[in-house]
């Protein structure tokens, strides 16, 4: 079957002899339809993080539809469309019976520790499979896992209906967290070097920090959604006093951070990890099924599989999230 394979730091290409997935008993095959590309799958194009082998598949934001059920699996059937949940907790430890499964040491992530979804087809636990409509559009299936995401680092801040939030970073990853603020019923505002996203915020009803003031104003609720160090500061920065940091950017760089300002003022720094099994996804699909969130909207159009090198390429510099249209490889024999 086909799949995209990373080879070497920026180099990924298309291959057509890649081996079928083994479907346990516990399993469904899924036959992707759409692949979103992310901040991690970027780290590894770069070289930052490296695979377990090579040359590897990765990618872990997508969906697509049930080929094949395992044995014994009893609530689930083909032909059905799913979004795959791709952080596989092992359900056992002390941290998966305490639901924080975020925490899960035994935990296997699609794409990174494990081979990923940039494939024909994929073999999930039936579990970690979540049945949406049977016409749900591709968009949905390639951004839901980052929704996810997002949604989850809302809950844990604790922002509520009505309170203002900055998102500091307009990447998808900010967009989403956005979104999900402007779909609790809070006023996000969000900042971002880059003009063409923060017009895309805009275009969605978020709020440009800043603007006609002459004196930045302070948030009870900072996301900090980007990684670096400037941009943890700006985050520190705009937070009021007694006010709640969430922490989503992945940086390895060292941050300046005084206990003194962070004592005086009262703050709390929150770090959020993608989601808790089950209840992170069982919200997200209730968003996307039952409300008007349509995450599909920072979502820009499909890229072909090959040209899965120039998508890799170009993510970070594009507004909106890039992804990758599998369907032609299902329609194909
Ligand atoms: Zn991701
Ligand atoms: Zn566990």
């Known amino acids: ?23 346990g008993p516990g399993d469904v095959v899924v036959a992707m339809r759409a692949v979103g590309l992310c901040g991690s799958d970027l780290s590894l194009y770069d070289g930052h993080r490296v695979p377990p082998s ?54 296997l992530i699609l794409g990174m520790n ?18 949406v409509q049977d016409d749900c559009a591709d968009e949905v299936l390639a951004c839901f896992e980052p929704l996810a995401v997002a949604r989850s680092a809302v809950r844990r801040s604790g922002v509520g209906r009505g309170d203002s939030a900055l998102v ?43 603007s006609g003031e002459d004196t930045f104003p302070t948030f009870p609720y900072v996301f900090e959604t980007a990684g670096p160090p400037a941009a943890f500061a700006s985050a520190m920065q705009a937070v009021a006093s007694t006010g709640t940091v969430t922490l989503i950017g992945l940086s390895h760089q060292p941050v300046q951070l005084s206990t003194a300002d962070v004592v005086r003022r009262g703050l709390r720094i929150v770090g959020s990890i993608i989601y808790d099994h089950p209840r992170d996804f069982a919200d997200t699909w209730e968003a996307v099924s039952t409300t008007d969130i349509r995450p599909e909207r ?36």
């Open 114 to 131: 494990h081979p990923g979804i940039l494939a024909e087809r994929v073999a999930v636990p039936a579990g970690f499979t979540w049945p």
């Open 54 to 107: 090579l040359p590897w598949v990765m990618g872990h934001e997508g969906g697509g539809d049930i080929v094949a059920v395992g044995t014994d699996v009893t609530d689930r059937k083909v032909g059905q469309r799913v979004v795959i949940e791709p952080n596989i907790s092992c359900l056992e430890c002390p941290a998966c019976r305490a639901g924080v499964t975020s925490d899960c040491k035994q935990r």
């Open 168 to 210: 500091v970073g307009a990447g998808s990853q900010g967009i989403f967290v956005a979104l999900s603020l402007l779909a609790l019923g809070a006023v996000p505002f969000i900042t971002d070097p880059h003009e063409g996203r923060v017009a895309l915020a805009e275009s969605l009803g978020v709020h440009r920090a800043g």
């Open 298 to 333: 920072a979502v820009h159009s499909g890229v072909l599989p090959e040209n899965a090198a120039s998508a890799f390429a170009e993510a970070r510099s594009t507004a909106g999230k890039s992804w990758i249209d599998l369907t032609g490889w299902q329609s194909s024999p």
């Open 1 to 23: 079957m086909k799949a995209i394979v990373y080879l070497a730091p920026q180099q990924v290409k298309e291959v057509e002899d890649w081996p079928e997935p083994f479907c």
